[in-house]
RNA sequence: GUCCCCAUCGUCUAGCCUGGUCUAGGACAAGAGCUUUUCAAGCUCUCGACACCGGUUCAAAUCCGGUUGGGGACACCA
């Protein structure tokens, strides 16, 4: 049975690296039929948090990788002392007392080569020589990082260690213990590192790390995941939007890139645009809703659903991410609308009270207020005015939605409804 | 400094294992145009890469060696 792990510590969110790790572990537990075990490394009490425990466990979550069983390491300290003491009476590792502190346990390296079998990059090769001897068990009593790492993923039976590329050089330090300790040594994985933007180490500067940050900027699970897997993993045949399920069918370690990937905000956003065009316009309407409240753009208890939908259809297409809506939609919804200044400069310099004035006629006029007649009443009177459509297209989107970009302005008129939109129009319009 | 990993368009990648079908394919970005209602959607097109040197071979992006460049690790952090 395939055994795979994903170890975080709760001294930081989720972030974007970690989170590539799990789906990597989950991913390959699911296409194996095997477990993904969650192992929470929180031997540091002073740097793990509560916070940070719950923040990592929701944002799993959030990105769908359910774990089969979950350790904490901070219960399993007599656990890594019983192997770290039969290591001392084996002779495999000596005390050493430092002043003011207690009594560490050390493992003596001796010399040898240590070769590991990466399932991506294939054989490596270390000499013991350039690896000092190893601290066990520090002298507070706590194990340290690679004693803990191989006592656990050894009697959890974790078959495969999947993790990132900065873990190479831990390996042969752990393959010591393992062998010291007399445990099967798991298959190796080490996968490519995440970069920033700019190449170096993906940090807070290159863009926000945290999973929940992007899930707060409107990013969906799904996209955030489809992009990850992306970032050293091909489906094949050119495809670049591909479901979890398929993934699963379809992954191989083997086919892991062994170079490391900058992150692209640019590309991650593209795709998260191909998942809101094709996601389900009820669901995304039912997401949408609590940004709205968040915003103050509509009143709990007090909002027309139906209507929220229609305006989620007008904007589906085109959004980058769920924030966008509450961004580009507002006018639908808010009472005063904020004109974009350069806009204004733009479209409504001039004069346009006799064209809105005009304009208003012709929509009382109408008979019946739809897409279709607010069209004609408007082709009409550009006609009447022997004026080029957009010299006033542009003015009216402007005044009635503050922006220059949005979907097509009789739609918008529409949508906005006959009385909206004389007042917004009539409002430009200077009485003489 | 020592050890380790990596190297195809600006970015993500396909191809590399099993050399010829590669004047190297796709996507994002960028640029141009169309959509005579905008673009932040759609469509069309353009720009753009095998890091370098040597070797093996009839033939190398593909195999081997070196150089250079990038990254990572060297804690009683994880």
Redesign the pocket.
């Known amino acids: 049975m395939t055994r795979v792990r994903f170890a975080p510590?709760p001294?930081g969110n989720l972030h974007i690296g970690g989170a590539r790790t799990a789906l990597f572990n989950w991913l390959y537990a699911r296409s194996k039929k095997g477990k993904f075990i969650l192992r929470i490394?929180d031997?540091?009490k002073v740097?793990s948090k509560k916070e940070y425990l719950d923040e990592i466990l929701v944002s799993l979550k959030w990105l769908g990788f359910d774990w089969d069983e979950i350790y904490h390491?901070s219960e399993r300290f007599g656990i890594y002392r019983e192997h770290a003491e039969k290591l001392l009476r084996e002779g495999d590792a000596y005390t050493?007392k430092?002043e003011g502190?207690g009594e560490?346990i050390i493992y003596k390296v001796r010399p040898q080569k240590i070769k590991i079998n990466d399932l991506i990059?294939?054989e490596?090769?270390?000499?013991s020589e350039?690896i000092?001897d190893q601290?066990l068990i520090?002298?507070?009593g706590?194990p340290?990082?690679?004693f803990a790492c191989v006592v656990d993923d050894a009697t959890m039976d974790i078959t495969h260690v999947i993790r990132g590329?900065?873990?190479?050089?831990?390996t042969p330090k752990q393959i010591l213990i393992y062998q010291a300790l007399g445990f099967k040594i798991p298959e190796f994985a080490h996968l490519?590192?995440i970069?920033g933007a700019e190449?170096?180490?993906l940090s807070k500067r290159t863009g926000a790390t945290a999973i929940s940050d992007y899930r707060k900027m409107g990013y969906l699970a799904q996209a955030l995941v489809n992009y990850l897997l992306?970032?050293?993993?091909?489906p094949?045949e050119?495809r670049?939007i591909i479901d979890i399920d398929e993934a699963i069918k379809l992954f191989d370690i083997k086919?892991v890139?062994?170079?490391?990937?900058?992150f692209?905000l640019?590309?991650l956003k593209?795709i998260n645009?191909q998942y809101l065009?094709n996601a389900d316009t009820e669901a995304l309407t039912d997401v949408i809703i609590p940004l709205l409240l968040e915003k103050e753009l509509i009143e709990k208890d007090n909002f027309d659903r139906n209507y929220i939908l229609s305006i989620v259809k007008l904007?589906q297409?085109?959004l980058g991410t769920l924030a966008?809506f509450a961004d580009?939609a507002d006018f639908f919804f808010a009472k005063d609308i904020k004109i974009d200044p350069q806009a204004e400069k733009k479209f409504l310099s001039r004069d346009f009270s006799r064209e809105f004035g005009l304009f208003v006629q012709k929509l009382e006029a109408l008979d019946e207020f739809n897409i279709t007649a607010i069209?004609e009443a408007f082709r009409s009177l550009i006609k009447e005015l022997s004026m080029?459509?957009?010299t006033l297209?542009?003015p009216i989107?402007v005044a009635l939605t503050g922006?220059?970009?949005?979907?097509?302005?009789?739609?918008v008129i529409y949508y906005l409804g006959k009385e909206r939109t004389k007042e917004r129009l009539l409002q430009r319009v200077r009485r003489s």
């Open positions: 510590s001294t490394e031997t540091d740097r390491q050493e430092t502190r560490a990059r294939g490596i090769e270390f000499d350039n000092k601290v520090k002298s507070d706590t340290t990082y690679n590329d900065d873990h190479i050089s831990n490519p590192l970069l190449g170096g180490r992306l970032l050293s993993w091909a094949g050119n670049e086919d890139n062994k170079t490391a990937a900058a692209n640019e590309k593209w645009n065009k904007f297409a085109r966008d580009w069209e080029e459509s957009k297209i542009h989107r922006k220059t970009v949005g979907p097509g302005l009789f739609e």
